[in-house]
T-cell receptor
Framework: NAGVTQTPKFRVLKTGQSMTLLCAQDMNHEYMYWYRQDPGMGLRLIHYSVGEGTTAKGEVPDGYNVSRLKKQNFLLGLESAAPSQTSVYFC???????????????FGSGTQLSVL | RKEVEQDPGPFNVPEGATVAFNCTYSNSASQSFFWYRQDCRKEPKLLMSVYSSGNEDGRFTAQLNRASQYISLLIRDSKLSDSATYLCVVPRLRGNQFYFGTGTSLTVIP
């Protein structure tokens, strides 16, 4: 009964380094999302996907790339990390899209990323 | 105007108290609304859904006021375990986005 699994849980990067965050869900959900959470800002959408092979930009996409090669996985990449990307990152998935009812979000446990 | 706005608090209440939080939203076409609970450094978890005028689950009641575009969360007989941040979430079909409030912090004091 894994639900949504995020890896890694913690990471420290130096400015300019790259990394990939992995999100995996076993609920056969079509919709997957990457958010970042900063103090006083709430959760902000980085990128999202409405199905395998599709991705779209959210509210704060700059500096990030994503891929959804398999339905169950949604990867978030940082090509050249910057201190402004220090944040807590959450992946989420849902069975139904926003606005169509019963659109419960299931979240991963989060990744604490620090960029020095 | 932000899509979703919440009073950040913090709300510090004694055990057994009743506390209410409000959340205002800007899109009058929104049809569904959610309250999520987030414990410190943990992921948000769904607390309640609101699709019509309101919803009740034990000590928790969520109410929707479409005319004034706000939803409220009422917690009765507060427990220490209710201490958390409560997030208001409003989905919008256009743009496939869920809009999150910044959260209201609640601490229940013994």
């Amino acid at each position: 009964n894994a639900g949504v699994t995020q890896t890694p849980k913690f990471r420290v990067l130096k400015t300019g380094q790259s990394m990939t965050l992995l999100c995996a869900q076993d609920m056969n959900h079509e919709y997957m999302y990457w958010y970042r959470q900063d103090p006083g800002m709430g959760l902000r959408l980085i990128h999202y996907s409405v199905g395998e092979g599709t991705t779209a930009k959210g509210e704060v996409p700059d500096g990030y790339n994503v891929s959804r090669l398999k339905k169950q996985n949604f990867l978030l990449g940082l090509e050249s990390a910057a201190p402004s990307q220090t944040s807590v990152y959450f992946c989420a998935s849902s069975y139904r899209p926003p606005g169509q009812g019963n659109e419960k979000l299931f979240f991963g446990s989060g990744t604490q990323l620090s960029v020095l | 105007r932000k899509e979703v706005e919440q009073d950040p608090g913090p709300f510090n209440v004694p055990e057994g108290a009743t506390v209410a939080f409000n959340c205002t939203y800007s899109n009058s076409a929104s049809q569904s609304f959610f309250w999520y609970r987030q414990d410190c450094r943990k992921e948000p978890k769904l607390l309640m859904s609101v699709y019509s005028s309101g919803n009740e689950d034990g000590r928790f009641t969520a109410q929707l006021n479409r005319a004034s575009q706000y939803i409220s969360l009422l917690i009765r007989d507060s427990k220490l375990s209710d201490s958390a941040t409560y997030l208001c979430v409003v989905p919008r079909l256009r743009g496939n986005q869920f809009y999150f409030g910044t959260g209201t912090s609640l601490t229940v004091i013994p």
